[in-house]
């Protein structure tokens, strides 16, 4: 008789539960406690793993572990983002990006992980692209739209759509460090919008 609790299938299941609960813990105590402040063998208890050796048979090091958290985070935020059907993508591109910093007041996973420890910890260059390598696809698109629709004068879309993120990161991060966040939030709103209106094209 077989023993089935010893199949790579049943292995590999068991390594996918110990993976997901060390990123479900590492990600709540790096948002409480920050990931500095934040050590090793805590997430190795609060995800009930047993030793430190299954973390680092997941992820090379903390750092490591701390990339997955932020990919997770970026997913999230990304599958939250609520774009309604609507016939101008200048509209739609506003709608997402102002998502976003509402996300940078509100979402306290997104203000600690992308926007305060992201930086810090994995370096401005690596934080800048996954940033762009979530952000950079979707405001091209939304920019090539919005010329076909000839919302926006016919121009070339990636260097404007690099300023872009530059600028709502920008944002982000000032909302996320501010001792006002709800001032800061409504200022870079308010800023978008004017930056976003003076794309348009006029007559």
């Not at 599958?79 to 059907?85: D, F, G, K, Q, R």
Request: charged share 25%; proline share 2%; hydrophobic share 45%.
């Amino acid at each position: 008789m077989s023993r089935s609790d010893g199949s790579p299938t049943k292995r590999a299941s068991r390594g996918e539960s110990t993976k997901s609960a060390l990123i479900s813990a590492a990600r709540e105590l790096f948002v409480s406690k920050g990931y500095f402040a934040t050590g090793t063998e805590e997430i190795v208890a609060k995800a009930g793993v047993g030793t430190r050796g299954a973390l680092y048979h997941h992820f090379a090091d903390k750092e490591d572990l701390f990339r997955a958290v932020f990919d997770q985070v970026q997913a999230d935020l990304a599958a939250a983002t609520i774009v309604n059907e609507r016939d101008d993508a200048l509209d739609l591109l506003a709608a997402a990006l102002q998502q976003f910093l509402d996300a940078s007041a509100d979402n306290t996973d997104v203000q600690q992980i992308l926007l305060i420890d992201g930086p810090a910890v994995l370096g401005w260059e690596q934080w800048r692209s996954l940033e762009a390598q979530y952000g950079l696809g979707v405001i091209t698109a939304m920019l090539d739209a919005a010329v076909a629709q000839r919302v926006i004068p016919r121009q070339p879309t990636i260097p404007l759509a690099h300023m872009l993120l530059a600028a709502v990161d920008e944002a982000a991060l000032y909302i996320a460090n501010a001792t006002d966040r709800r001032k800061a939030h409504t200022q870079a709103r308010q800023s978008l919008k004017r930056l976003l209106g003076g794309l348009r094209e006029s007559g």
